[in-house]
């Protein structure tokens, strides 16, 4: 596990608010997911649904530990969705899904805690 990425990681240093506001946090809806064996940790792809204005973008992500692929399609998550699309083995990711880690350092998704429309902001 990447020390950034466990609980007692330090806090990062303080931004500006305006810096915050640059990120763009979005809900979407997982559409369909597969396996990526080509990954060097167990990933699957996802194609997410952001809705109007944004659409369908696919992301990589390392979340095969805690999900089965059945139970993706329908799940509600929370994505990056304005970093430049990034190479992943021969897979584009078009947006990072966030997670928190658990226990054991795997990926737990992010998502809020009832339904929101696609393409909800994070604020």
Known sequence: MHLAHSPGAPVQERIAFERFLETDVRVGTI?????????????????????????????CAQI??????????????????????RQIGPAMSEVLVLGFADAAGEVVLFAPDAPVPNGSRLF
């Open 64 to 85: 095969a530990a805690n999900y089965t692929l059945a139970e993706l399609p329908g799940r509600q998550v929370a994505a990056m969705v304005n970093f430049p699309p």
């Open 31 to 59: 559409l369909s997911a597969e396996a990526f064996p080509e990954a060097r940790k167990p990933s699957y792809r996802l194609v997410v649904d952001f809705g109007t204005g944004i659409g369908t973008r696919k992301s």
